[in-house]
């Protein structure tokens, strides 16, 4: 059963950083591409960067700069680092195999606000 459980976000004022978690399970974590998301209220689910099996990364052009994305592969384990934070970034942050279809997890809640 594949699941995703992600973690470490909060409430940070602009300009802060956090870090998210995510740990992944259920399938061979090393052969996929991962893939950050976030939707904000009232707004579709968007891709916020997506990390390749070997290791290429390819940030969305909004947190391209500000925004790292990273894995690891011995713990199924997969990271964003965001830094620079703005109010626009303020959404519930999901992780998930890239095109495939599996169930979405909890998410985390960022919140960017003075």
């Known amino acids: 059963q594949v699941q995703y459980v992600e973690s470490g976000g909060g409430l940070v004022q602009p300009g802060g950083s956090l870090r998210l978690s995510c740990a992944a399970s259920?399938?061979?974590?090393?052969?996929?591409?991962m893939t950050w998301y976030r939707q904000a209220p009232g707004r579709e689910r968007e891709r916020v960067a997506s990390?390749?099996?070997?290791?290429?990364?390819n940030p969305a052009d909004s947190v391209k700069g500000r925004f790292t994305i990273s894995r690891d592969n011995a713990k199924n384990m997969m990271y964003l680092q965001m830094n620079s934070l703005k109010p626009e970034d303020t959404a519930v942050y999901y992780c998930?195999?890239?095109?495939?279809?599996?169930?979405w997890g909890q998410g985390t809640q960022v919140t960017v606000s003075s």
């Open positions: 990390i390749s099996a070997g290791g290429a990364t």
């Open positions: 998930r195999r890239s095109n495939v279809r599996d169930s």
């Open positions: 259920g399938f061979t974590f090393r052969l996929y591409e």
